[in-house]
Structures are given as structure tokens and as C-alpha cells.
């Protein structure tokens, strides 16, 4: 008796605790709401599952415990019954699968008009890189890196000139534009992290890799590293703020381009 | 010659191989230590990944009480605790599971149960034991060599693994984990092939593939995934060590660490990745499918039934074992892969759950108007098909590629596969352990401590896994030497890893009445007799308990029916023994 006691105890106490957790996820930031909303369909299927398995096997239990003169039935296989489970449980995939690529394909495909932001990585440190007057961003090669130049900006491409470079600081964005966030890494794996963004990807070293956002609050938000990078992983933490459109404008302002960097550390101009 | 009648339920003459004196071994030294017997090799298999296990277990603790009171202990820095998450996932995956469900059970049930004196190479058999204790003596020395073993994370991903801002990346850590690893895999080709050549060629007369309990389909799908599957952890380890020591740059594309440009260049470390996983998705069922087959074989015993959709459920395992092998990506949706091999993946990844699903049904319709003997493997195996679903259930948010994005990489991840691959096959362990310990030792475990014991694991491990989830839902990343303040870690998030930490440390304590009572009853258990389970079985059927050097005495069995002939209408007894003949053929194997 305590079996099926304790067996139905643990399938509606971790329905208690999934409906009364004080742990549940950040405030959203970007568009992302669909990711929560596939959530939440995974959380319905999948707890109702998990509920009917225990719930049957504690009735099991508690009905076909062995008693004196028990026997047990004789059924090898039931070819029906079998069919009707594996289709039932096709269509639950399927509810759960077909949201999850749908939202997929909207999270692979970048709209046009999003500006390209660049972050890099390295031990342990953030740092980002802005597309100038231009538009663009310019070309860059780890092999470029020296300390004048530790994003390893190709000088001799005019695109790269006026990018604005923070190094270690923090990252401003516009609301209600969508960014497409391009990844680097100079060193090992990170993986850029704001959990109120939901979007997250690694940097690699060697390639560049990319997700999009369209941040949908103002306010600040932590940038955490979310592929262990090395002894000092925790510790690599940086910031983004949301800004309105005038506060963000005010903000670029103010940020060194390329040129004015080497021009700080008295490395000569090559471009053509 | 002999006659070999037309069809398996014909009269079938006596077994031909008698048991001969020439190959027992006649020295102590061949007895117990460099023994050919399959079933030495298992016990000395399961008491080597145990020990090993138990120091994983230590690591564990050391590593949530980090977690839980950050800082209080002043010689778990940031490196130890690398070290210490790094060892323990390794050793647990590879060097207790696998060892454990293949060396272990795998050499002591695979001739038993199909009726054969031993493994069909057992010298092979032999050296594939002595070069897993080498593996592991290999990696324990990581422990004392300088700079410590590595801390890579078990993943051991490049170019961190090999780089100084890693323990251990640019002194000996890295170079003893992959060397281990090699020789893991050497090893375990060696006992592998045995095991799928003894099942193919080594079954008694009359046990066809579908009379053969799903222990050993499950054992047999795995080491099958096991040998197709290793050899590209094999490779990685190599072109790693390649890069470390000989500075190739397989997996080293141009680096500048700290400010220093490397002579690497080229290289990519999204392979290592592709390898790695290659390899460990299928991992994940080489320990799975073990415990899927033993835990079938605890629920049909216990509730005096014969598994359900027998045929089903050998198919299953043969189809998960073959999917595994194309959804590895699905640990690399946010890896910087291209991104649309999503697609592909997440839908590899959500087929196996059907499967998959047909086994939890046919186990759960196993206990339906079953006769249900409420012993410790029974209850090991409920606990089991609680966990595995639970666990198995947060892997359709993980393999739906768009809901990993933001749980990948966080405590949700941590959460689900210690759900899945630790704490359920661990309950089959403990289950198999109750349940052949008796034809091991001749002795039953005490009672008493196992029902402590499984209650103590099985709700400390569900209360220690499941609220974790929701620690990873709130966005806690994993592999944090310390969280500090952050939107993240409220202060409620820090009372939870305090009760986390409390329940690890119990569970733990709780394995330690299991070590005594293992020991205790070595000599105090009751008297088992030859079959106390009254299960069906060809390893219950031995002459004498425990069974010596070849078996089954005088003569193998002769196999007649399948091994689920539990409470036949009509039968005197509740179970038919498969080599009982059945001249009436009342059996029902395959009915439909």
C-alpha cells in the first residue's frame, strides 16, 4: 500500500511543484515568445504523459499486488492495442515537432533588414564590434590580432574603418530592431548568453556563427558565457542594454571608431 | 554428427558437448585472478566499476557542496571543481556504466542465460578485463600526476581541453584522459566481440534469437552500438592527443590565447564535436538498452507475467539502436553547426520517442493483471520506469531543436540526463543486483536494508533531479564554478541547491548500507537455493548455485520455449523453466 501511496504522491507533488515553483523564467526581452509558447505545449503533452504512466502503474499496483491464489494472465502480445499506442503516441510527437520546426525555420532565416552586430569572445571577455556610417562591417582575421588591435580588424579593408569597437564594455541596442548578432571567437568556445533573450549560440574559434533577435524590452540585461571556456567561465560576464531609439543614438555617439583606435595607440593608417 | 530435428519443438536428443576437464583451470592464480571464466571476468568487471564509481560518487558531493555553500570550503577552488565535474561525468558514463552493464552483466548473464559453458574467446575475454583496470589506473593516475587531471568538462571539447586556460590542458590531465580512453576502447573491443559472437554462435539447442530473454537483446543491440560507436571516440582521442603533443591542428583552428598568437591553424573544433557525439548519443542507449532488457526481464520474473509484445520489444531496441546513430547533432543545435541540419535532427530525434514509448507501455502492460511481488528488484524497476519517463519526457524538449535553444547548456540539461542515463539505469543496476546476487553468492541480500536502501535512492535521486529542471528553466547555466549575484540566482535558487546538496549527500550516505549489506550477507544472507525467484530462465537452472567453471555440469541444456512462460493457464506450476519440454505445446510464444 505505501507503494502506490508514495508512486501517486510522486506524480501529483511534481504537478504541485511545476504549478506552485517559485523558479520559472525570466521576463522575456526579444521576440522569442514563441519559444516559450513551444515550451508550454511541451509542458502540457509531456506532464499529462508522465502523470497517466504513474498514476496507471500505481493502480497496477495497488490492484494486481500479489495475494494468496493470485495468478497472473496469460497475454503475450495484443497487436491492437499496440497499434493504438504507437499511433496515439505518433500524433503527441507530431504536436510537439511540427510547432518546434515552424518556429525553427522563423529562428534560421534572418530578415533583411536586420543590422549585424559582431561580439567576440575570448578568455574571459566580451567584446563587440558596430557597423559605422556605412553600414557594414569589415573584414577581420585572428591572424590580424596584435594589442593595438585585439579584434584583428583588417586594416586594408575600407568597410572596417569605421566600426565602432568596445572592448569589455557594454553593448547598447535598439528596441524593436532586429540585430542579427554575428559570432566570433578569438581563443576557445564561449557562447553568447542573455537568458531574458532566449536566442543563445556558440562562438567558435575558426568560423563565424550567428542567431537574430528583435529585443522587445528596455532595460539591462546580463550576458553570461554559456560553454565552458576555461577555468575562468563564471567569471565572464558582460552587459546589454535596451534602449529607446534617441538614448541608443546618444550612446553611438560616443563610442571610438577602429580609426580613432589605432590613431589612440599611434598605429599608422594603411588603408587604401 | 547430430541429428538436428526439422523444428524446434520436435523432441530434441541429449546436448551434444559435454563438459570436459581439459580447460579448467587448476591454480589459484587461474582461478581468481587471471581467470578465463566469464563469470570471474564479470566480478572482477562490476568490483573494479564500482570502486571506481564510488570515487565519482565522492566527486559528486565535493562538487554540490561547492554549489551549495560557495566558498565555505576553501580547498574546492575553481580548477578542483573543474577537475572534480570532469572526472565524475567520464567515470560515470564510461568507466561504471558501461563497464558495469557490458563487462558486468554482460559477462556474467550472456553464457548463462543462452546455455553455453562460457564466452566463445576467454582469452580475449580475460585481457579485455586486464586492460580496463589499466584504463582506469591510467586515468585514476590523473589524480597525482602535476597540474592534476583534466577539467575540460567530459565533453572534453577543443581548443579549451587543450589550452592553459583548462586544468590540466597544457600539463599531464589531458594527455592520461585521452590515453585512457584509447585503452578503454581497446579493451572493450576485445570483451565485445566476444559478446556478440557468443550470442550469435554460442546459444544451446533449440534457443533461437527470439527465444533469448531481453537481457541479452538488450546487452547484445548495445555492445553491436558499442563496437560501431567507439571507434570514433577512438579517433578523436588520438587526433587530440595528436594536436596536444605532436601539435597537428585536427581540432585547432589559428588561436590567440591570451594575447599570443599559436602555431595552430586550421583545424576545427566543430569536428571533435561531430566525433564526440558520434560517439556519445550512442552512448546513451549502450547504457539504455542494458537496462531496458534487464528491467524487462525483473518486471515479467516479479510479476509472474510474460513481457508484453515480446517481439515489439525486441524490435524496438533494434530500431532505437539504429536511430541513435543518426540524431548526434541534436547535442550540437547551438555548436555553430549550420543551422538547418535542425531540421533533420529534431526529427530523428522525436521519432526514437515512439519506440521508446512502446517500451514504457509494454513494461507498464507487463504489471496489467500481472501477479505483483512487491520484492526489491520490483520495486527497483518501478522506480526505474518513474525516473526513465520522467527523464525520457524532458528529452522532447531538448530534442526539439527550437526549445533547446534556450534550456541547452543550462541545469536543465544536467537535470534531464542524469534523470535518464543516471538515475534509471542505476535503479536497474541496483534491481539486477537484488536479483542475481543470489545466484552469484548463493545467499539473498537482506531485506530490510534494501527496502531502506531503494526508498532512500530512488526519492532522494527523483528530489535531487527533478526541482533541478526548474533551475535551468529559470536560465542557471551549468558548469559554474560559482553563479555569484545574477538575475539567475535569486536567493530562493540558492535555499533549493542547499536542499539539493542535502539530498546528494543522503543518497550517497544510503549506498553505503548497500556496500554493507552486500557484504554483510556474503556470509549472513539467507540460503537462496538454486532458483528463489522461480524465474524461468536458463541461468536459474544451474545444477549447483553458484554455478562452477562451465555452467551446467555434465551436460548443456536443451531449450524448448521462450523465456516468459509465466502463469500458463492450465501449467502446475506459475513458471515453466525454457528447458522444460513442452510435449503438449501449450506455450504461446510468438501467439498471433
Known sequence: MAVVFILAFVAVASVLFHLLSPWWWTP???????????????????GFVFVAVVLFVAYCVLRFRHKPGNRAHYEPENRKLEFWLATVTTIGVVAMLAPGLFVWNHFVNVPSDATEVEVVGQQWLWSFRLPGANGKLGTSETRDITAENP?????????????????????????????????????????????????????????????????????????????????????????????????????????????????ASGEPQTAQ | ??????????????????????????SWWTTYVFSQDAKVIAIQY?????????????????????????????????????????????????????????????????????????????????????????????????????????????????????????????????????????????????????????????????????????????????????????????????????????????????????????????GSPILFQHLF??????????????????????????????????????????????????????????????????????????????????????????????????????????????????????GLFLGNVVVDVPLSDTMFVVAHFHMVMGVAPIMVIFGAIYHWYPKITGRMLDETMGRIHFWVTFLGAYLIFFPMHYLGLLGAPRRYYELGESVVNPPSAHDLNIFITMMALTVGAAQVLFLFNAAWSLRHGKDAGGNPWRATTLEWQTPTTPPPHGNFGKELPVVYRWAYDYSVPGAPEDFIPQNEPDPENRSREHAS
Open chain 2, 46 to 266: 562490476s568490483l573494479t566499476a564500482i570502486s571506481i564509481g564510488l570515487v565519482a560518487l565522492v566527486l559528486s558531493w565535493l562538487m554540490r557542496l561547492q554549489l551549495a555553500f560557495p566558498g565555505v570550503f576553501t580547498f574546492i577552488d575553481a580548477d578542483r571543481y573543474y577537475q572534480f565535474i570532469t572526472m565524475h561525468g567520464m567515470i560515470m558514463v564510461i568507466y561504471l556504466l558501461t563497464a558495469l552493464f557490458l563487462g558486468g552483466f554482460g559477462n556474467y548473464l550472456i553464457p548463462l542465460m543462452l546455455g553455453a559453458r562460457d564466452m566463445v574467446f576467454p582469452y580475449a575475454n580475460m585481457l579485455s578485463y586486464w586492460i580496463y583496470l589499466l584504463a582506469v589506473l591510467v586515468l585514476v593516475a590523473g589524480f597525482f600526476a602535476p597540474g592534476g587531471p583534466t577539467g575540460a568538462g567530459w565533453t572534453l571539447y577543443p581548443p579549451q581541453a587543450i589550452l592553459s586556460g583548462t586544468p590540466g590542458g597544457q600539463d599531464w590531465g589531458i594527455i592520461l584522459m585521452l590515453s585512457s580512453l584509447i585503452l578503454f576502447i581497446i579493451g572493450f573491443t576485445m570483451g565485445g566481440l566476444n559478446y556478440v559472437v557468443t550470442v550469435l554462435q554460442g546459444r544451446a539447442r533449440g534457443m533461437t534469437l527470439m527465444r533469448m530473454p531481453l537481457t541479452i537483446w538488450g546487452i547484445f543491440t548495445a555492445t553491436v552500438m558499442a563496437l560501431l560507436a567507439f571507434p570514433a571516440l577512438f579517433v578523436a582521442s588520438v587526433m587530440m592527443l595528436f594536436d596536444r603533443v605532436l601539435g597537428t591542428s585536427f581540432f585547432m583552428p589559428a588561436i590567440v590565447e591570451m594575447g599570443t598568437q599559436l602555431q595552430h591553424g586550421g
Open chain 1, 28 to 46: 522575456i526581452a526579444s521576440n522569442w515568445q514563441y519559444i516559450d509558447n513551444t515550451i508550454i505545449i511541451t509542458f502540457w503533452i509531456t
Open chain 2, 277 to 394: 557525439w558520434f560517439f556519445g548519443h550512442p552512448e546513451v542507449y549502450i547504457v539504455a538498452l542494458p537496462a531496458f532488457g534487464i528491467v524487462s526481464d525483473l518486471i515479467s520474473v516479479h510479476a509472474r507475467k510474460n513481457i508484453f509484445g515480446y517481439r515489439m520489444m525486441v524490435w524496438a531496441m533494434v530500431i532505437i539502436g539504429a536511430l541513435s546513430f543518426v540524431v548526434w547533432a541534436h547535442h550540437m543545435y547551438v555548436s555553430g553547426m549550420n543551422p538547418n541540419f535542425g531540421f533533420f535532427f529534431a526529427t530523428t530525434t522525436l521519432i526514437i520517442a515512439v519506440p521508446t514509448a512502446i517500451k514504457v507501455y509494454n513494461w507498464v502492460l507487463t504489471l496489467w493483471r500481472g501477479d505483483i511481488h512487491l520484492t526489491i528488484p520490483m520495486l527497483f524497476a518501478l522506480g526505474f520506469i518513474v525516473t526513465f519517463v520522467n527523464g525520457g519526457l524532458t
Open chain 2, 1 to 26: 554428427m547430430v541429428n538436428i530435428p526439422s523444428s524446434i519443438n520436435d523432441p530434441i536428443p541429449a546436448a551434444e558437448v559435454e563438459d570436459v576437464e581439459l580447460y579448467h583451470p587448476h
Open chain 1, 151 to 263: 579584434l584583428g580588424v583588417n586594416k586594408n579593408d575600407s568597410a572596417g574603418l569605421d566600426d565602432i569597437i568596445i572592448q569589455g564594455g557594454e553593448l547598447h541596442l535598439p528596441i524593436g530592431k532586429p540585430v542579427k548578432m554575428v559570432l566570433r571567437s578569438i581563443d576557445v568556445l564561449h557562447d553568447f548568453y542573455v537568458p531574458e533573450f532566449r536566442a543563445k549560440m556558440d562562438m567558435v574559434p575558426g568560423m563565424v556563427t550567428y542567431f537574430w533577435i528583435t529585443p522587445t524590452r528596455t532595460g539591462t540585461f546580463e550576458v553570461l558565457c554559456a560553454e565552458l571556456c576555461g577555468v575562468g567561465h563564471p567569471q565572464m560576464r558582460g552587459t546589454v542594454v535596451v534602449d529607446n531609439e534617441a538614448d541608443y543614438q546618444t550612446w553611438l555617439q560616443q563610442q571610438q571608431t577602429f580609426t580613432q583606435m589605432m590613431a
